[in-house]
């Protein structure tokens, strides 16, 4: 299924890839980044599974021969074939430009997957997983986030057929839902009855919560529904974290995680995972190992770091910088702290996973200054 697609160059100034073949858990394709005819870097996602970074690096002449670039823009990757579903992968350059499947590769997957209700690969009527957004309002005015911005206005999404939503939801087959966009799920009055009742339809439920407030006995019977829970926690430093997310607790963090496993056991279920979500500045970078130390210690089973986008400006805060612009010495101690994070988290299976296109802006500042590349390879 799906052999060597032939290749047209597209407009030199736009990124431009595709996935041409998808078998038994290996997928095959090429993609060029706009401008650079270096090794494609991209990102790889396949349902829940840790994304994978990954580069397009090797030849193949139809890709020399249709004067893409000099044709190092090739890349087969294996993913365990138990569980692959193709329906379910994404593929993006780091500009975040998304891979799709050729016509010829969407046709032979059609041949060999007969099954009547899928139209096209990526293009199923049946949701797996689903973001859903609903509220873009937050509690929190976290320094670095565009909820802070002037002019930023959160509000509820309307929630008022909130049964027939769910009913869609079902007959599209989705089995996992985030319950979270950009804002702060529990701010919205009554979350709680809205995650019991998406519990109670049998979703597979995850959420990103900031768990800034205490939260009550009956959002704990709901939270403690909740499989996957990742809290936004950017430093296990109470000060620093209270500067930087404003009205945060480290405490009342802790608290929550130990009170919605204690809610969970009393309920006989199986306790939530918790993840820490760090998104990564210069006055986070030098200490990332003893954060991570410090989660686990905790009981978190996964970090994910998030790379800062930087907004303007806010009078009368110290704005968190992205990381490369640390002086030579913190810089060194960043790329230091995530190579001893990564043999932390390995040391343990814990997954550490970080936002496309931070480490590779952190070795290229590394090799700008001259610097070791090692320390962040
Ligand atoms: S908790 Fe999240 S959404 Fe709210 S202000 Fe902080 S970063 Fe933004």
């Known amino acids: 299924m799906g052999g060597e697609a032939v290749v047209e160059a597209g407009p030199a ?12 858990g290996l997928v095959k394709g090429w993609a060029r980044e ?85 139209e096209a690969l990526l293009e199923s009527p049946v949701t797996r997983v689903l973001h859903w ?61 809205r995650i019991l009742a998406l519990a109670e339809a049998g979703f597979a439920l995850g959420i990103i919560s900031n768990f800034a407030r205490l939260l009550r006995p009956e959002e704990l019977d709901a939270m403690a529904r909740i499989g996957s829970i990742q809290v936004s926690v950017d430093t296990h430093r109470p000060e620093l974290l209270r500067a930087i997310r404003r009205r945060v607790d ?36 030098p200490d990332f190992a003893d954060y991570v130390r410090f989660g686990l210690a905790a009981g978190v089973t996964a970090f994910d770091v998030c790379n800062l986008t930087r907004y303007p ?4 805060v110290a704005m968190p910088e992205h990381a490369t612009t640390l002086p030579d010495a913190g810089l060194l101690r960043f790329a230091a702290a995530l190579e001893e994070a990564r043999h932390l988290t390995a040391a343990r299976g814990v997954p550490l996973s970080s936002q496309a296109g931070l480490l590779d802006t952190l070795r290229l500042e590394l090799a700008r200054r001259g610097l070791p590349a090692a320390a962040a390879a």
């Open 313 to 316: 400006d806010l009078e009368g």
């Open 34 to 118: 706009a401008g650079r005819d270096a090794p494609a870097r991209l990102t790889l996602r396949h349902a829940e599974d840790p994304p994978i970074e990954l580069l397009a690096d090797a030849f193949r002449p139809d890709l020399a021969a249709a004067g893409i670039g000099q044709g190092r823009h090739a890349f087969a990757i294996r993913l365990p074939a138990a569980g692959f579903d193709p329906g379910r992968l994404e593929l993006r350059l780091a500009d975040g430009t998304r891979l799709r499947p050729t016509p010829e590769c969407i046709a032979a997957w059609r041949a060999a997957n007969a099954a009547p209700d899928i």
């Open 133 to 193: 957004e609903m509220t873009r309002a937050c509690n929190l005015r976290c320094t670095y986030c565009a909820v802070s911005q002037p002019g930023y206005a959160g509000a509820d999404m309307d929630l008022e057929d909130f049964e027939a939503l769910v009913a869609a939801l079902r007959a599209r087959g989705v089995r996992t839902l985030m319950v979270n966009g950009h804002g702060e799920t529990t701010t919205i009055p009554g979350w709680h009855r």
């Open 13 to 24: 100034g736009r990124s431009l890839g595709f996935i041409d073949d998808v078998r038994d």
């Open 250 to 285: 480290l405490g009342n963090i802790l608290l929550n995680m130990t009170a919605v496993r204690a809610r969970a056991d009393a309920l006989g279920l199986k306790r939530p995972d918790f993840a820490w979500s760090c998104v990564m500045s210069d006055q986070v970078a």
